[in-house]
């Protein structure tokens, strides 16, 4: 009988231990593997036009987006208590804390969000990252078409990013019953993140050419060959494409979707025509400094070429430089599609001797320069829809959102103010980083009404001043065969 006892509890001693060894242990082996790459047919990564099932972000004070988080929660609350979301496609926001603030028991949340809105909107998730907030990075969600299985599955695709979030894939995947699938590139390019893996509803990707040649050899083998567009990302610093370009859903259009791309001429002509108070109530004083000049130099500009600007000073001007006259034919043209910039040498032209405004003539001799590249860039992802869908000389709807960008130290560049394009899309809301300038705001908000959708702009300092924006600081897992605008 002793025996017996003594047994049954070592048994249960086992058991006891293997199930703690299970919740310690990475969740590779619990969740669903593809037994091999022969055996995957093809994979359709989710758009913006899917309906969302969960909204991933991560919680962390110390990282400074307590303020976001709140604003993402307000946001995704009023959604759903307005009516702008049906019964049946409610969704949450899951958030996953760092270790610093999970010690918080969220507790600087909870002073600032009705514990109500925190029940029904939030999910505190059972994961948690060392200090990595970047939740775009470490892949995408997609369905996966497998020989061996009759119906196509939900997939997690990780980028192989590692860091903080590195087995956060598979435990997603463990949490949704999908599948993982890898990037086969050991490189750790930032290049492969998920932030450089767009695509369109009608499942043309879009991919910088700051990705691996293997992973883009991998796409094309599971489903994405002659379907890939890959664009020009070398010149920015993080090189994805959701720095420049984003798809949303737009039952306006004939394809059921829209591309937004950033346009630094539109923000330059925004910035020409703002107010000083406009332009004195930006908070962060380089902005402002930096705004004012670049308003003060075409606004000058704009006076030589004969124009009437309100001015203290009404007197006769000298002739106008060449870049001068370039530079305000450029912005007043009308803009139709993919803007070509005509041919200028724009290094030509009389220095100014003060050292400020040079700095500031190149600032926008920059922008206008990478207003040729998006451009171009567009034009090519529409090129390549085109040619997917077998269609010519079908226009494309594309919108522009104003946005600006300098150059980094290692000759790369940036978004200067918050890049607005690089949003999060939730049915029709869009949460948009604040471009910190009121007629930048008022043209977004415009422009995006418009196509029937929504701008909710959310300050995203935290993010940008760290190099990212609220694109790269958010995931979301879609409903693979439920739609906002079903793509046609």
Same mark, same amino acid.
């Given at each position: 009988?002793?025996?017996?006892?003594?047994?049954?509890?070592?048994?249960?001693?086992?058991?006891?231990?293997?199930?703690?060894?299970?919740?310690?242990?990475?969740?590779?082996?619990?969740?669903?593997?593809?037994?091999?790459?022969?055996?995957?047919?093809?994979?359709?990564?989710?758009?913006?036009?899917?309906?969302?099932?969960?909204?991933?972000?991560?919680?962390?004070?110390?990282?400074?987006?307590?303020?976001?988080?709140?604003?993402?929660?307000?946001?995704?609350?009023?959604?759903?208590?307005?009516?702008?979301?049906?019964?049946?496609?409610?969704?949450?926001?899951?958030?996953?804390?760092?270790?610093?603030?999970?010690?918080?028991?969220?507790?600087?949340?909870?002073?600032?969000?009705?514990?109500?809105?925190?029940?029904? +909107?939030? #999910?505190?998730?059972?994961?948690?990252?060392?200090?990595? /907030?970047?939740?775009? =990075? $470490?892949?995408? *969600? &997609?369905? %996966?078409?497998?020989?061996?299985?009759?119906?196509?599955?939900?997939?997690?695709?990780?980028?192989?990013?590692?860091?903080?979030?590195?087995?956060?894939?598979?435990?997603?995947?463990?949490?949704?019953?999908?599948?993982?699938?890898?990037?086969?590139?050991?490189?750790?390019?930032?290049?492969?993140?998920?932030?450089?893996?767009?695509?369109?509803?009608?499942?043309?990707?879009?991919?910088?050419?700051?990705?691996?040649?293997?992973?883009?050899? +991998?796409? #094309?083998?599971?489903?994405?060959?002659?379907?890939?567009? /890959?664009?020009?990302? =070398? $010149?920015?610093? *993080? &090189?994805? %494409?959701?720095?420049?370009?984003?798809?949303?859903?737009?039952?306006?259009?004939?394809?059921?979707?829209?591309?937004?791309?950033?346009?630094?001429?539109?923000?330059?002509?925004?910035?020409?025509?703002?107010?000083?108070?406009?332009?004195?109530?930006?908070?962060?004083?380089?902005?402002?400094?930096?705004?004012?000049?670049?308003?003060?130099?075409?606004?000058?500009?704009?006076?030589?070429?004969?124009?009437?600007?309100?001015?203290?000073?009404?007197?006769?001007?000298?002739?106008?430089?060449?870049?001068?006259?370039? /530079?305000?034919?450029?912005?007043?043209?009308?803009?139709?599609?993919?803007?070509?910039?005509?041919?200028?040498?724009?290094?030509?032209?009389?220095?100014?001797?003060?050292?400020?405004?040079?700095?500031?003539?190149?600032?926008?001799?920059?922008?206008?320069?990478?207003?040729?590249?998006?451009?171009?860039?567009?034009?090519?992802?529409?090129?390549?829809?085109?040619?997917?869908?077998?269609?010519?000389?079908?226009?494309?709807?594309?919108?522009?959102?104003?946005?600006?960008?300098?150059?980094?130290?290692?000759?790369?560049?940036?978004?200067?103010?918050?890049?607005?394009?690089?949003?999060?899309?939730?049915?029709?809301?869009?949460?948009?980083?604040?471009?910190?300038?009121?007629?930048?705001?008022?043209?977004?908000?415009?422009?995006?009404?418009?196509?029937?959708?929504?701008?909710?702009?959310?300050?995203?300092?935290?993010?940008?001043?760290?190099?990212?924006?609220?694109?790269?600081?958010?995931?979301?897992?879609?409903?693979?065969?439920?739609?906002?605008?079903?793509?046609?």
């Amino acid at each position: 009988m002793t025996d017996r006892r003594q047994s049954r509890l070592a048994a249960l001693f086992v058991l006891m231990l293997l199930a703690v060894a299970g919740t310690l242990s990475p969740l590779y082996a619990r969740v669903r593997p593809i037994v091999s790459p022969d055996d995957i047919e093809s994979i359709r990564f989710l758009s913006a036009n899917n309906i969302p099932v969960k909204v991933l972000a991560v919680y962390s004070p110390e990282f400074g987006n307590l303020q976001f988080v709140v604003a993402l929660i307000d946001i995704i609350a009023n959604m759903h208590e307005k009516g702008l979301v049906k019964k049946e496609d409610a969704f949450k926001l899951h958030l996953i804390p760092t270790r610093a603030s999970r010690s918080s028991n969220f507790k600087q949340l909870h002073a600032m969000v009705a514990a109500d809105r925190l029940k029904k +909107y939030v #999910e505190f998730s059972s994961l948690e990252t060392e200090s990595d /907030v970047w939740m775009q =990075d $470490w892949g995408e *969600v &997609g369905v %996966v078409k497998l020989k061996s299985e009759a119906k196509a599955q939900l997939v997690v695709f990780d980028s192989n990013r590692g860091r903080g979030t590195g087995d956060l894939p598979s435990r997603l995947a463990h949490f949704w019953n999908g599948f993982v699938m890898k990037n086969p590139s050991k490189a750790g390019s930032c290049g492969d993140y998920g932030g450089n893996i767009e695509v369109t509803p009608d499942n043309v990707l879009l991919i910088g050419n700051t990705s691996t040649p293997e992973l883009r050899a +991998y796409l #094309e083998k599971h489903g994405y060959a002659n379907r890939m567009a /890959v664009l020009e990302t =070398d $010149w920015l610093q *993080v &090189g994805h %494409v959701d720095e420049y370009i984003s798809v949303c859903p737009n039952a306006k259009a004939p394809r059921g979707y829209t591309l937004i791309k950033a346009n630094p001429r539109l923000a330059l002509r925004l910035i020409k025509d703002a107010s000083p108070a406009e332009l004195n109530a930006i908070k962060q004083e380089d902005y402002r400094l930096m705004l004012i000049k670049v308003r003060n130099y075409l606004r000058e500009a704009e006076r030589k070429r004969g124009r009437h600007v309100p001015a203290d000073d009404e007197t006769a001007a000298p002739q106008p430089e060449e870049f001068s006259n370039a /530079v305000i034919d450029y912005l007043t043209k009308d803009e139709t599609g993919a803007f070509v910039l005509p041919p200028l040498n724009l290094a030509l032209g009389i220095r100014p001797s003060s050292p400020g405004d040079k700095e500031v003539e190149d600032f926008i001799k920059l922008n206008l320069t990478l207003a040729n590249v998006i451009d171009t860039n567009v034009k090519a992802a529409c090129n390549k829809i085109s040619q997917v869908r077998k269609e010519s000389g079908k226009a494309h709807s594309v919108i522009s959102f104003p946005s600006l960008f300098h150059k980094m130290r290692n000759g790369k560049h940036i978004a200067y103010i918050p890049g607005s394009v690089n949003q999060l899309i939730l049915h029709d809301q869009l949460i948009v980083p604040d471009p910190q300038v009121e007629r930048l705001r008022q043209n977004i908000a415009r422009t995006a009404s418009m196509i029937g959708l929504k701008a909710n702009f959310v300050d995203s300092m935290s993010y940008h001043s760290k190099q990212g924006q609220i694109h790269c600081g958010t995931n979301v897992f879609r409903h693979p065969n439920r739609y906002i605008v079903r793509p046609r």
